[in-house]
């Protein structure tokens, strides 16, 4: 790290702080919105389904699991959750998904990952109907989302996106750095900024010189998976930091690194052996315009954006059923 001082602003510089952009906030904004819209298809006799599918008993996809749910039973959507043995096989499997393809209650259906060995994830990804494709992780969609078609777009990044626009961030003509080429996050991720005009750099693990690419871009996204890699000096000043990274931070040295500007978040790291942290050290802050912060900046609206597919996918799958006519919203990409 090039600042050894703890601060990052250069000689003569002011230090910045930037604006922290509260992803619980941004939640509630959609939440209300969707709101209106789920009470709009309730008066037409519709109340949007979804179905989570989860196999085994992996703590972790429990817990993403009942936050869906629990997510849908809150903006008065239907859910199911179906949890067949971790020992399924793969055409099991896909009968249950092509059971609730052809269920018309059921408008989203999201099969939780990671599934068990044993199952081809990817004939179980491909199965699902893909205008019931929640996840955004059909062909399909993705064959939508580079033609520029409206259709259903991964959360994570269709997240990242409500952040940007509902914070006021220009995106248009704005030079864009992408850490991270997953189909889940960085591709989508790209292709969201470049069809709102950006200019998109996508970095990976072979990027040369990747700290320099990063200095050039007004708004930097990532997606890594790499505990507070992106140091403050990374940042142009004033840059918007949008951390996708959620990473278990264990490492006692890393995180008295992490924060050493932060006695309290440190203290609390040393009393519970581990703590969530993104891929961009927290003291960007100092350089950065506009941040989010980890926990609290994209993780909520991942599930935002599921409940947003779901409401989505019920409009699309009706609008061209005749209790729709006359319905303007009917037809929302
Ligand atoms: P993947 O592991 O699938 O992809 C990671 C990407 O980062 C790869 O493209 C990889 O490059 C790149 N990468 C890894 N190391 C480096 C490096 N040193 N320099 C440059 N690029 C690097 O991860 P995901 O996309 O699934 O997730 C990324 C992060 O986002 C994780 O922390 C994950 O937990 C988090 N996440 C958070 C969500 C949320 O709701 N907040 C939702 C989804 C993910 P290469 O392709 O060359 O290997």
């Known amino acids: 790290m090039a600042c050894r001082s703890n601060t ?3 000689a003569g510089e002011q230090a910045l702080t930037a604006r922290i952009l509260n992803g619980n906030e941004i939640r509630e904004l959609i939440y209300a919105d969707l709101r209106k819209e789920i009470a709009e298809l309730r008066a037409l006799g519709i109340q949007p389904g979804l179905a989570a599918v989860l196999v085994g008993n992996s703590p972790a996809s429990e817990m993403y699991v009942s936050s869906k749910v629990a997510a849908c039973a809150e903006l008065g959507l239907y859910s199911e959750k179906i949890a067949p043995p971790e020992t399924i096989t793969t055409d099991e ?3 249950l998904v092509e059971r609730l393809n052809r269920r018309d209650e059921i408008d989203g259906i999201l099969v939780q990952l990671p599934l068990p060995k044993q199952v081809n994830s990817k004939r179980i990804l491909e199965a ?3 205008a019931k494709d929640v996840d955004g992780f059909h062909p399909v969609s993705v064959g939508r989302l580079v033609a520029g078609q409206p ?3 991964a959360c994570t990044p ?3 996106m409500e952040i940007l626009r509902r914070s006021g961030i220009p995106i248009e003509g704005a030079n864009v750095v992408v ?7 960085g591709k989508p991720m790209a292709l ?3 069809h709102a005009h950006a200019t998109v750099t996508i970095c990976h693990s072979k990027t040369r010189d990747l700290p320099d690419v990063v200095r050039r871009a007004d708004i930097v996204v ?9 140091q403050p000096d990374w940042i142009k000043p004033g840059a918007t930091v949008i951390d996708v990274g959620t990473n278990k931070l264990t490492d006692a040295g890393l995180a008295a690194t992490l924060f050493a500007n932060n006695p309290k978040r440190l203290e609390k790291f040393r009393e519970k052996g581990w703590t969530t942290v993104g891929d961009v050290h927290p003291d960007a802050t100092q350089v950065a315009g506009a941040m989010t912060p980890v926990p609290g900046g994209v993780g909520p609206l991942t599930i935002a954006m599921l409940m947003s597919n779901t409401v989505k996918a019920a409009r699309l799958r009706r609008a061209s059923r005749p209790e729709f006519s006359g319905q303007p919203s009917a037809a929302k990409g």
């Open 128 to 130: 699902v109907d893909p």
């Open 192 to 194: 969201l900024l470049m």
């Open 93 to 95: 499997l896909l009968t």
């Open 8 to 10: 990052y602003h250069r």
């Open 179 to 185: 850490m991270g080429r997953s189909d889940i996050v």
């Open 222 to 230: 990532a997606a890594m998976g790499k505990a507070g890699m992106v």
């Open 158 to 160: 269709a997240g990242v």
């Open 151 to 153: 259709g259903l777009v």
